[in-house]
């Protein structure tokens, strides 16, 4: 499994296709906490649970004022119908063309399959990767650990 | 850092608020987080039960709801309903009615439902319509996300999560070797 991109590092920039006519940039969201989702591919079982999952935790990460991007190497007409089908309320970007150039800037790329790892990062505010992980593909990783990293970006309470 | 991927522990750990069956002191707790409408979990409902027949009274099981309400539209008031019953101590009735009949889970079935286990329909009515048990639904939810649950249905063993299959043969031999003398 690779490694992906560790806490500490500012997180590398892009700018990619969430619909045909529009981008998303990374830098678009500084200020605030960004969950990066990648996956390997729109439509297979584990992803749809995972994508689903978050679906239904948006709330959560809305408490923090986080944004939550998926990336996977899917064309965005693919994105936009596995987003329509399963009602997801978060953008999905193409890492499409050059195919994966930001699952390998992250360090998830699997050349073996040509998709991306099923890896999670928590930027803050700043840019700067706080907490990865990444998942055997076929693993579920949940939402423990994405919320447990925002937590800990939370100041303190001085009290 | 970069943490591993170690599961973390059921949270809160099983306790009086809890829907359970069998005794406090067996041996072994199998917890469920379900969703009334996933088909996954109405396959595992028959494989609880057998589970549950096969180590009888040192088996507790507890069910915690976890509505995925966008792609189960029915799932959240479903949960609420089952939460109704049990404000009238009948959770678990709710609970096996509303799993045997997965594809008829609308607000009106769910009242023939209450009716068939003899709760006070008025009441049943009341609540469902003011959402008096979203709360705890919703509690059992972020519980569930804070323990790691990945998808419907998740268990935990003695409050660690189970990632293998939930198939009956895979299930009992996860239960069988916590029994075992380590």
């Keep these: ?159 | 850092m970069t943490t591993s991927g170690e599961a973390p522990a059921l949270s809160p750990p099983v306790g009086a608020r809890d829907h359970a069956q069998g005794p406090a002191s067996a041996p072994l707790t199998l917890v469920e987080y379900g969703d009334f409408e996933c088909p996954h979990c109405g396959r595992a409902h028959p494989v609880v039960k057998g589970v549950q027949k096969h180590f009888g009274a040192r088996l507790r099981f507890v069910f915690r709801n976890f509505p995925m309400a966008t792609i189960h539209p029915h799932a959240e008031r479903a949960a609420e309903a089952a939460e109704a019953a049990a404000s009238h101590g009948r959770f678990w009735e709710m609970h096996d009615t509303l799993f045997e009949h997965q594809g008829a889970l609308d607000d009106r079935h769910l009242e023939t439902y209450a009716e068939a286990i003899g709760l006070d329909r008025e009441r049943f009515l009341r609540e469902l319509r003011d959402g008096a048990h979203a709360g705890r639904v919703r509690e059992d939810f972020l519980g569930g996300i804070r323990s790691g649950v990945n998808g419907t249905p998740t268990f935990f063993i003695n409050g660690r999560r189970h990632d293998a299959s939930w198939d009956a043969a895979t299930l009992t031999a996860a239960l069988e070797a916590e029994l075992a003398p380590r």
């Excluded at chain 1, 989702?37 to 079982?45: E, I, T, V």
């Excluded at chain 1, 408490?63 to 994105?79: N, Q, Y």
């Excluded at chain 1, 990444?134 to 423990?144: E, H, I, T, Y």
Aim: with cysteine; proline share 8%.
């Design chain 1, 1 to 159: 499994m690779a490694s992906p991109l560790s806490a500490g590092t500012p997180a590398p920039e892009f700018s990619l296709h969430s619909t045909p006519d529009q981008s998303v940039a990374l830098g678009d969201f500084r200020g605030r906490p960004v969950i990066l989702a990648f996956y390997p591919a729109d439509w297979s079982p584990v992803c749809s649970d995972q994508m689903a999952l978050y679906n239904e935790i948006l709330l959560e990460f809305n408490r923090f004022g986080a944004e939550l991007l998926g990336i996977s190497v899917d064309g965005i007409w693919c994105h936009l119908a596995f987003a329509h089908d399963r009602k997801l309320r978060f953008p999905l970007l193409a890492d499409f063309e050059p195919k994966g150039a930001v699952a390998r800037q992250y360090n998830v790329y699997r050349d073996h399959e040509g998709t991306s790892e099923r890896a999670l990062f928590v930027l803050d505010g700043g840019g700067v990767i706080r907490w990865s992980y990444c998942s055997p593909v076929g693993v579920n990783p949940g939402a423990d650990g994405i919320l447990r990293a925002l937590e800990a970006l939370q100041p303190k309470p001085n009290r």
